[in-house]
């Protein structure tokens, strides 16, 4: 991971002084955040990960590289996570969950959210004209957990009951997901990823309003198990012009 940081250090400022670049405008972004897990083959073949709605915020940077390129460095707070549920064929016995051994755990679904603070380094080509502009964008990002995650575990159980017809229950309960350095069932605290993003933009007098959207496609596995983060972020821009 350190080695990632100095890296990407490293890339911004060779990037900044080799083109000469100048700020142009600051802004920021509200987001919408939909995320999901890619899980290891192992845990693909027992359950499925859906996205899961989260928000975030961003602020940014521009700066002129020339030829209508630019360069975006960015503080962005962004929530991930991701729904997950066994797969439909599957059951455990109820003893292995501290039921009695008559009972059977049909299904297991999951919610988790995660809470990171990404550093995006976007390099963007421009195009357009006039009061209307858009924009494709790509680069490399860290992103540190700035909390403990969080997570609900819904067990659905069914049983024989005294007059031996099947009944079932919901069995719900919390948990913390601590972020440290992933061993434990902890996932870890860092991750590295690469960054696509598009884009329109409304040119104003002083400034624009963006209509971003952005993908941040995971490279580490967070936890021993194997998973890492998949993000698609939607979001409202504003930047002013110096």
């Not at 016995?93 to 049909?106: A, Q």
């Not at 659905?156 to 601590?178: A, P, Q, W």
Request: glycine content about 12%; proline content about 2%; cysteine-free.
């Amino acid at each position: 991971m350190k080695n990632r940081v100095l890296f990407l250090a490293a890339f911004v400022l060779v990037s900044l002084n080799a083109a000469f670049a100048q700020l142009s405008g600051i802004g920021f972004r509200p987001m919408a955040t939909f995320s999901t897990y890619k899980l290891s083959q192992d845990l693909n073949d027992n359950y499925d990960s859906y996205l899961r709605l989260g928000g975030g915020g961003a602020l940014f940077a521009e700066f002129n590289l020339g030829s209508r390129f630019t360069f975006q460095p960015e503080v962005v707070y962004v929530q991930r996570g991701a729904n997950i549920k066994s797969e439909s064929r599957l059951y455990w016995d109820g003893h292995h969950f501290g039921y009695p051994r008559d009972y059977r755990v049909n299904e297991i679904r999951q919610q988790e959210t995660l809470h990171y603070i990404d550093i995006p380094l976007m390099f963007e080509k421009n195009f357009g004209g006039g009061n209307v502009g858009a924009y494709v964008a790509f680069g490399p990002a860290i992103s540190i957990a700035v909390a403990n995650g969080s997570g609900r575990e819904e067990l659905f159980v069914t049983h024989l009951n005294s007059e031996g017809k099947e009944t079932s229950f919901t069995d719900r309960k919390e948990y913390i997901i601590e972020m440290g350095k992933g061993r434990n069932d902890d996932y870890r605290k860092g991750d590295f990823s690469v960054n696509l993003g598009t884009g329109l933009v409304l040119i104003l007098d002083k400034g624009e309003i963006g209509l971003d959207v952005r993908y941040s496609h995971g490279l580490r596995n967070i936890d021993i198990s194997g998973i890492k983060n998949r993000t698609l972020q939607v979001g409202l821009s504003y930047m002013h012009y110096f």
